[in-house]
């Protein structure tokens, strides 16, 4: 009983707007005692429409009452929390705008705790209590607080709608099959929640597995945009390095050019100053001699004359000078014409091969390229040029047409390297020198004979074995009358248009690997789903007859 009144006091001397403790108490003209902060809180929003209100029993003043502290009840008020008085409890708490309130609750709502689907009124815990207690309350309804319950009674009717009519797609009442949904697909709202909740829990499944799916998904893309990035940094780095070299290669030989050019300009020059100086050295003796003789031949004395005169007329041997046909500004011309010679051929390499950059860069193939082509044309921007290995090359193969072309010769042809470890010894077959590690397509002509069209792993162990037989490479053969595909042994014969022309296509990334009769439209034979693991090669393999041939066909 001692703890009945301790409760009675707390909620007696708690403001019910902040649920606290009074503070700084006041009573308003209706008894009823709050917080100053609070009522003054709750007037002033009621300011506009000049009514003041009590929240309790509603009661409303006009005009804005004065609020005077009562002092008696801020005395009792800290007497209480000297005895160790606490708030009133939490979960008598009241109900905020966005709460369920309870319909029961007068003067001050307290939050709903359930909604009653039978009673259609939400309940505070107080007011719950009977569906606990009472008998018949205890077979009704309860769910989480709900503010729409009036949504479940019948407009027409004035029923609580506990039916659904299928035809319409609505919750009815019992009432509606009578009139407005006679003769209509109605079940009770209960089956039909049970049927939609298994349905519901598929769709949850299925949401959910796309869910995991779409986040590997989205991990994959990571990854492919972790590699794009790690792909472009380390080709920006190497490019930047063979840039590099390339301009200190450039440097380095502008610098011999130079080097050499003053170097033989300097022994050219100093050849030249040396006859230079001898020419003027003689000069300068030539006319001394020709200011003696000129003296001499103004003398009188004939004696003195003829004396001197055989003494002074003769002449040292002239120097020996080269051919001078001076031309100055041509001495180096064949250094500038082979300079200029030198870049010619360098822009012709950089134009051709920057055109070949810029194309690779277009084709960077990344997991959100374009599907699968559907025509020819499209397959053609794919196109790989493809040229055969010699090394790998039977040697009863003859490669011809810029090692495009392989036919089957009666004997060995010459290799300079016949026993190359990459060299297939066993069987009439030759891979590409090109390693295939991205989108690409080719085309493949055929003799009389059969051949198979192969993308295969360059593997030294599997010289000896034919192509197909092993699980690291796939063998499409086509003959005259059928189709066949090989992998790892299996034989797989397949339908198709006949056709001596065969197209390839290849997305190593993506493991997928088509044949097709090659026509505007592309008919597809064969494809095959896997996951490739290291660098293809395209490869030909020959039926044994003399002369039969296929060639890798010339796209570009």
């Known amino acids: 009983m001692a703890h009945k009144g301790v409760q009675l006091d707390q909620e007696t001397f708690s403001c019910s707007i902040c649920l606290d403790l009074l503070k700084d108490p006041v009573t308003v003209p209706c008894g009823h005692s709050y917080c100053m902060t609070c009522i003054k809180t709750h007037w002033d929003e009621e300011d506009e429409k000049n009514i003041y209100s009590c929240p309790q029993c509603r009661e409303t003043f006009t005009p804005r009452p004065v609020l005077v502290k009562n002092i008696m009840l801020a005395a009792l008020v800290e007497q209480l929390k000297k005895t160790g008085l606490q708030a009133a409890p939490a979960d008598h708490c009241s109900a905020g705008p966005e709460d369920v309130a309870c319909d029961v609750c007068t003067g001050r709502k307290l939050k709903a705790l359930k ?8 309940y505070c815990e107080k007011h719950l209590q009977p569906h606990y207690d009472v008998a018949q309350l205890k077979r009704h309804k309860l769910v989480e607080p709900c503010k729409k319950l009036q949504d479940n009674i019948c407009s027409h009717h004035d029923e609580v709608m506990k039916m659904f009519c299928r035809t319409d797609q609505q919750s009815i009442c019992y009432l509606c099959p009578v009139d407005e949904h006679k003769g209509h697909d109605t079940v009770s709202a209960a089956a039909e929640r049970t049927e939609r909740q298994r349905e519901l829990e598929g769709s949850r499944q299925k949401i959910q597995q796309r869910i995991q799916d779409r986040e590997k998904d989205v991990k994959v893309l990571q990854q492919e945009l972790e590699t794009i990035n790690g792909s472009a940094d380390k080709a920006v780095e190497d490019s930047e390095k063979i840039f590099t070299e390339l301009i200190s290669l450039l440097e380095k030989r502008r610098s011999d050019v130079k080097q050499q050019i003053r170097s033989q ?3 050219e020059g100093s050849r030249v100053k040396e006859l230079q100086e001898k020419l003027e050295q003689e000069i300068t003796e030539l006319k001394r001699k020709d200011a003696d003789l000129k003296q001499l031949s103004h003398t009188e004395d004939h004696n003195y004359f003829l004396e001197n005169y055989f003494l002074l007329s003769s002449f040292n041997e002239s120097i020996e000078l080269p051919s001078t046909n001076i031309c100055p500004l041509f001495y180096f011309e064949d250094v500038t014409a082979a300079v200029s010679e030198l870049r010619d051929k360098l822009q012709d390499i950089l134009r051709e091969k920057w055109t070949k950059i810029l194309q690779t860069l277009t084709i960077v193939d990344v997991l959100l ?5 559907k025509t020819r044309a499209g397959f053609l921007q794919y196109s790989q040029e493809i040229t055969l290995d010699p090394n790998t090359a039977h040697t009863r193969l003859l490669l011809s047409e810029g090692n495009r072309k392989a036919t089957l ?26 390693s295939l590690t991205r989108r690409c397509y080719w085309e493949v002509e055929k003799g009389e004979a059969g051949v198979s069209v192969v993308v295969a792993y360059k593997d030294s162990d599997g010289v000896h074995e034919k192509f197909g037989d092993n699980s690291e490479s796939w063998a499409f053969g086509f003959y005259k009358h059928r189709y066949e595909f090989k992998h790892n042994n299996i034989r797989t014969p397949v339908s198709g248009p006949q056709s001596s022309r065969v197209g390839v296509y290849l997305d190593h990334r993506a493991g997928i690997l088509s044949f097709y009769s090659v026509s505007e439209t592309m008919t597809l034979l064969h494809r095959v789903q896997t996951t490739f693991t290291q660098p293809l090669y395209a490869g030909l393999y020959l ?11 010339a796209l570009n």
């Open 115 to 122: 909604s009653c689907l039978v009673c259609l009124v939400s």
């Open 409 to 434: 010769m009666f004997v060995a042809q010459y290799y300079p390297n016949p026993w190359h470890p990459d060299r297939f010894t066993d069987e009439h077959q030759v891979l590409s020198r090109e």
């Open 369 to 373: 390229s374009q599907p699968e082509p």
């Open 543 to 553: 039926d044994g007859r003399n002369g039969n041939s296929a060639e890798i066909c």
């Open 265 to 267: 300009q300097e022994t």
